[in-house]
């Protein structure tokens, strides 16, 4: 079965500062995709940032850039240069066109 | 801007009062999927259509039911709510095989009396 564990339900950052988000996963697929959704309050989720399982190099999108170390099912998000507009739940996935999301972590900006 | 649009945002039902909800997208995707989302958990895949063909979850309760009446638009119905089916709902689509995205609407909150 596939799973997908977020460990930290709460984090807080200072505006301007980096933070990471944990993320680890179990799949038996041998082919799939890792994403970070992003959910603010009352809104819908969008996509932050996808890595393809099969490829080595860590995806970047602007401030938002990933640590897959795919031996240990990890995939962790650094957000540089945190905004106050970044505050929202984020939700790790795992899948191939069927998504199994973590419990999510919420995301405080400190101004 | 093409998009997925759920229709309404907010649905109040009696318990036991058969509801409809409603998703649309403008993305001519032809995966679309309903999750339901309850308050402080991960967004849980109810179905999804790919293309004309309906996919359950195992453990979707047999409560749920889904009409694809075409590419556009997809229905989510719901017998007999319970007070533990008050949920956010969320639709989803992607295209199969283009890198497996799925876009998300901005889900309808139901609320059972």
């Known amino acids: 079965a596939q799973t997908v564990t977020q460990s930290q339900p709460e984090m807080s950052v200072q505006e301007a500062e980096t933070v990471t988000l944990s993320c680890t996963y179990d799949?038996?697929?041998?082919?799939?995709?890792l994403f970070w959704y992003k959910q603010p309050p009352s809104r819908q989720m969008i996509l932050v940032i996808r890595?393809?399982?099969?490829?080595?190099q860590n995806a970047t999108e602007n401030r938002f850039s990933v640590n897959f170390q795919k031996a240990a099912k990890s995939f962790s998000l650094k957000i540089s240069d945190s905004q106050l507009g970044d505050a929202a739940m984020y939700f790790c996935g795992s899948g191939t066109y069927k998504y199994i999301f973590g419990t999510g972590t919420r995301l405080k900006v400190l101004a | 801007d093409a998009m997925v649009i759920q229709n309404p945002r907010y649905q109040v039902t009696q318990f036991g009062k058969p509801v409809t909800l409603s998703c649309s997208q403008t993305l001519n995707h032809n995966v679309m999927y309903w999750y339901q989302q309850k308050s402080s958990q991960a967004p849980k895949l109810l179905f999804h259509y790919y293309d004309k063909d309906f996919n359950n979850e195992a453990d979707t309760p047999d409560n749920f039911q889904s009409r694809r009446p075409n590419t556009s638009f997809c229905f989510l119905d719901i017998r007999s709510p319970g007070l533990g089916d008050a949920a956010m709902y969320l639709c989803?689509?992607?295209?199969?095989?283009?890198?497996?995205?799925?876009?998300f609407g901005p889900g309808t909150r139901l609320l059972v009396l």
């Open positions: 989803a689509t992607s295209r199969q095989g283009q890198q497996e995205t799925q876009y």
């Open positions: 890595q393809e399982a099969y490829k080595q």
């Open positions: 799949t038996s697929e041998s082919d799939y995709y």
